[in-house]
């Protein structure tokens, strides 16, 4: 009987450590989920308060920066001193309606195809450039220099743009010739070809974006009045 009632006991203490077991593991597995659920609470309210921090938006603003590149091409009459600039009217159907009708440097916006900014703006004159001759006189000039004179920060649809101006000077007079009777392709405005006088007549509001002000930079630098 002795025995009997010993088996019994060890019996129910069995039975009573295995409930204990499975009551630890469930409290544990519990403790387990809230914890992961906490936890994912605590990173989420910590990436919420980052992306209202500066240094956030900061680092994402750069996921929106576009990046262009437009050429200020100009001739300089080696005997007169005469200068004159080629410049590109945007159209009355441009995207952007306040710079309809305003005077702007020759360029565009990369592409996925382009490695840089200078071969973003080889492929946009020669899109751009009707003439064929004028096309290689300008993309030739522009890759013996290869170096963007400036950079220009304009913000357009709440959109930071960042554009390299390249400078081509052509040298020739007979070359230039070519450049400036070419026009633009239909994809472009409306070719104007000014003197410096002229320019500098002009108002820094008469050119889209901000290429007049560094178009008056330009002139100030290199041909002082």
Do not use: C
């Amino acid at each position: 009987i002795q025995e009997e009632a010993t088996e019994q006991a060890d019996s129910e203490s069995e039975v009573q450590d295995s409930k204990q077991t499975e009551q630890d593991r469930y409290s544990y597995k519990k403790s387990e989920s809230g914890y992961k659920s906490i936890q994912s609470l605590k990173d989420r309210l910590t990436e919420e308060k980052g992306k209202g921090s500066r240094a956030y938006h900061k680092d994402n603003d750069k996921e929106d920066t576009r990046k262009g590149a437009v050429a200020l091409v100009y001739h300089e009459d080696p005997v007169t001193g005469k200068v004159e600039f080629y410049f590109e009217e945007k159209p009355a159907g441009y995207p952007v309606e306040e710079y309809r009708g305003k005077l702007s440097f020759i360029g565009g916006a990369m592409e996925t195809t382009d490695s840089s900014t200078l071969e973003a703006l080889a492929r946009e004159l020669s899109e751009e450039v009707e003439d064929k001759k004028a096309k290689e006189i300008l993309i030739r000039n522009l890759r013996q220099n290869g170096v963007p004179y400036d950079v220009m920060t304009d913000y357009i649809i709440n959109r930071e743009v960042e554009t390299d101006l390249y400078v081509i000077k052509v040298v020739s007079d007979e070359q230039w010739k070519t450049v400036k009777n070419s026009q633009l392709t239909h994809d472009a405005g409306v070719k104007r070809v000014l003197t410096l006088e002229e320019v500098i007549g002009k108002k820094e509001k008469d050119f889209a974006f901000s290429h007049g002000e560094k178009l008056m930079g330009f002139i100030s630098h290199n041909y002082p009045q």
